[in-house]
């Protein structure tokens, strides 16, 4: 498998996780990245969503609901997602109306009673009285090119080390050394709680969190990540920075 990858805070994961950081970073870009603050781009993104939610104007319900997800930042998607997913006990990937009002009503997102009958019947096409949850999630989500896609695709690849489409502790466990964690050379922390504690930057606010981050839910975490990031080479660059690809 090769050398382990260290664990050192970075910008991308601006929810406090630790990626790795390459020893000798040369470009003007990732000089630009160094200086920005990813806690900044994510803040940015969430007070621009609260200003539009807050402007008074009628929105699309499908929009209007992003837009609350964006108010809570890169976990707000995730969180709505991972509640779907607890709800799918047959692993059918199918919501009744029911359990669809329930899930955005669990997340706590202020959407009312008419607008969520609305998205719901937009995506019951059929008239089954059950919706795709997977497609539901893919037109929530922010649009990304595929270039973006692609790389957040190879970081999960990376990630998922025994290819079983999830991530969890086993997984981490060889990739990832962490002897360079300041909590972990302190004594705080050990090994596993560092590595169970970066999983959690993709399960906060989520209902019963299982140490468990599936390749779609890694996906939803990071469009909000890039709605936050103009440029397409500022984004590659973060991606491959944080996961040494």
């Known amino acids: 498998m090769g050398a382990a990858t260290s664990f050192r805070r970075t910008p991308l994961m601006g ?6 950081l390459p020893s000798h970073p040369s470009t003007a870009l990732l000089q630009r990245m160094q200086r920005e603050n990813g806690f900044t ?3 940015n993104l969430q007070n621009l969503a609260k200003r539009e939610l807050a402007n008074g104007l009628d929105k699309d319900p499908i929009y209007k609901l992003r837009l609350q997800c964006f108010s809570r930042g890169a976990t707000g998607i995730l969180g709505l ?7 799918d006990d047959d692993g059918s990937k199918t919501l009744s109306a029911e359990e669809f009002k329930k899930g955005i009503s669990d997340v706590g997102l202020d959407v009312s009673e008419s607008e969520i009958s609305d998205m719901f019947s937009r995506f019951d096409a059929d008239g089954s ?4 949850m997977t497609e539901f999630l893919d037109k929530l989500r922010p649009p990304m090119n595929e270039g973006r896609l692609s790389i957040i695709e190879k970081a999960f690849d990376k990630m998922d ?6 991530i969890t502790e086993t997984d981490l466990m060889n990739l990832y050394s962490v002897k360079d964690h300041p ?9 596993s709680e560092i590595l169970r504690e970066f999983l959690k930057n993709f399960e906060a606010g989520a209902p019963n969190p299982d140490g468990i981050v599936t390749k ?5 975490y990071y469009s909000t990540i890039s709605a936050s990031i103009d440029n397409d080479a500022y984004f590659d660059l973060v991606m491959r920075r944080a996961y040494n690809l």
């Open 183 to 191: 909590k972990y050379l302190s004594g705080e922390m050990t090994k």
């Open 41 to 43: 781009k994510e803040a």
């Open 161 to 166: 080390a025994n290819d079983d489409g999830q």
């Open 129 to 132: 009285g059950t919706i795709n």
């Open 15 to 20: 929810m406090g996780g630790w990626g790795r």
């Open 216 to 220: 779609e839910e890694f996906i939803n």
């Open 81 to 87: 997602s991972r509640t779907f997913r607890v709800m």
